[in-house]
């Protein structure tokens, strides 16, 4: 099992550039998570997705859209890249059940935007 | 909005210390949980807390949760090297979580 895996681990950008991060899990979870890391301000959700086929914004979803293409699969894009998106982003799934709640996170891709 | 607050912001300690860190919550947490994030990785999981006024234990580090389900705290015994990380809280709402601000805690050898 890889868990939960994230591409591209690094990428860079110009104001107004777009690109999509891309993340995939392989535990059968249905919950599945987007969020943004700033030094200082710990994690900040973007949008989520309760299970496949929804989703729904979290605190601070402007400039971002996803897409839950399947039930393994969660993708974020960024239209009009700024240089305020410039983060650490990651994404989780979450297992969740009786007498267990608990998110799994990828290793992460790191934007910056020029 | 719930808001989580971690304190203290940055602790750097000699291996050995202990030490303690704390989440405070705006209002009643419905359960918490404690994360730890090593660097260039993800957050993974280390406790979650229900009950108020529950204490768990997960080797060296004692979790607390406060009696009126509005903080919690995390004790370090003779803390190491490998505890090295940003540590981090969470509230769970039905399907989102609210993390906490973090402490970043340095251990040195």
């Known amino acids: 099992n890889a868990g939960v895996t994230q591409t591209p681990k690094f990428q860079v950008l110009k104001t107004g550039q777009s690109m999509t991060l891309q993340c995939a899990q392989d535990?059968?979870?249905?919950?599945m998570y987007w969020y943004r890391q700033d030094p200082g301000m710990g994690l900040r959700l973007i949008y989520y997705?309760?299970?496949?086929?929804t989703t729904d914004k979290g605190e601070v979803p402007n400039g971002y859209n996803v897409s839950r293409l399947n039930k393994r699969e969660f993708s974020l894009r960024l239209e009009s890249a700024a240089p305020s998106q410039t983060s650490v982003y990651f994404c989780?799934?979450?297992?969740w059940g009786e007498g267990y709640n608990e998110q799994f996170f990828g290793p992460g891709t790191r934007l910056t935007v020029l | 909005t719930q808001l989580l607050e971690q304190s203290p912001q940055f602790l750097s300690i000699q291996e050995g210390e202990n030490l303690t860190v704390y989440c405070n919550s705006s209002?009643?947490?419905?359960?918490l949980q404690w994360y730890r994030q090593e660097p260039g990785e993800g957050p993974v999981l280390l406790v979650t807390?229900?009950?108020?006024?529950e204490v768990k234990k997960l080797k060296r580090l004692t979790f607390q949760f406060g009696d009126a389900r509005k903080d919690s705290s995390l004790h370090i015994t003779a803390a190491q090297p490998g505890d090295t990380g940003l540590y981090l809280c969470?509230?769970?709402?039905?399907?989102?979580?609210?993390f906490g601000t973090g402490t970043r805690l340095k251990v040195l050898a």
């Open positions: 807390v229900v009950t108020g006024g």
């Open positions: 969470a509230s769970k709402g039905t399907y989102k979580y609210i």
């Open positions: 209002s009643v947490f419905s359960s």
């Open positions: 997705s309760a299970s496949e086929g």
């Open positions: 989780a799934s979450r297992r």
């Open positions: 535990m059968n979870h249905n919950s």
